[in-house]
């Protein structure tokens, strides 16, 4: 079946609320969409959000790459040949994970409607559902406990902290939160780059024995080295994400001693859901698990990074709360979310639709 029409736009769309990491505040985000459309009417659907911040592309490179004409090519191309497309799209669109994403995600989507399964039984399913995290912001601590509450009402029970201005300040957040929830919410940490290792080592100290899960991007990346003062033990709990991008980051954070225990694989940093599953395997092969996050983004890309997450035996965590602070999307479906834990909806393809 060949592919009749290819279409590339942005949205902006704000958030619920505004939020505060490390190093920006975010108040709305822009997503790209790339629609791909078969003779047969049958529609795929792609979306990127990348952050210049870590892999040097923004929405507006990505559109501007995807309206480019290069996907004009594709008309009257057989979409059973969609892993051949990705390739020549990546030796295209060397180095723009956001712009590969979109094509990646897309051609997944509509391949897999085409033959009629989603995504993950395409790979093989390995996991049914795991409980995904919803993160706050840095504020106080009574606005954050409060936000909790909120949170741990709707059926979550991990939170995801943002961290990185003021260590002692996370030291008490995290012992608050901790504290009160008496062991019903699992309190992970993404420290957004923003500690040196002697703070790092302080915050591990200080929290140890109130159960904090996880510590994401402790570190700036490049001091990568300077884990090494860390425990073994200390560094398996560290998630690895500003600093890998892709497989070949991938290799070089798996040379032992390893300084992070767990992968933060992003589609908008591999390049879609190829770029992933090349990490993973690299990932499984050095032991290492994989905690599957992502940035503001639609249920699209969303539910491409659960497909990709649940077809890896090495899949421990998720943080793919990214579409739930969208105040629209163009899309509906793509997951179903029950007590915190995220299920795919066994629909062919994302198993996504137009709202």
Known sequence: MKIKSVRAWAEKLPLTKTYVIAYKTISDTEIVFLEVVLENGLTGLGAANPFADVVGETPEVTLAN?????????????IRNFNHLISLAGEHFPKLPGTLAAIDIALHDLFCQYIGIPI???????IQALP?????????????????????KLGFKILKIKTGLDVDQDIERAITLTDHFKGNMVIRVDANQGYSVAQLQHFIRSTNGYGVELIEQPMKVG??????LLSSDERKILV????????????QLSHPP???????????????????????????????????????????????????????????????????????????????????????NGLPGLGVKRG
């Not at 993950?120 to 390995?126: E, N, P, Q, S």
């Not at 690895?240 to 290799?251: F, I, K, P, R, V």
């Open 132 to 152: 995904t995290s919803v993160t706050l912001g840095i504020k106080d601590t009574a606005a954050m406990l409060e936000e909790a509450k909120e949170y741990y």
């Open 66 to 78: 995807l309206q480019s004409g290069y996907l004009d090519n594709w008309i009257g191309k057989d």
């Open 240 to 251: 690895a994400d500003e600093s890998l991008l892709n497989a070949g980051s991938a290799l």
């Open 258 to 344: 390893a300084p992070y225990g767990v992968f933060n694989i992003k589609l908008m940093k591999s390049g879609g859901i190829t770029g992933a599953k090349e990490i993973a395997v690299i990932a499984k092969n050095a032991g290492i698990q994989l905690f599957w996050g992502c940035n503001d983004e639609s249920i699209v890309s969303i539910a491409a990074a659960l497909h990709a997450a649940y077809s890896c035996t090495n899949t421990k965590y998720l943080d793919l709360d990214g579409s739930f602070d969208l105040s629209k999307d163009l899309v509906e479906g793509g997951f179903i979310l029950k007590d915190g834990c995220m299920i795919t």
């Open 223 to 228: 001091l990568e080295t300077e884990l090494a």
């Open 120 to 126: 993950v039984d395409f790979y093989g399913r390995k």
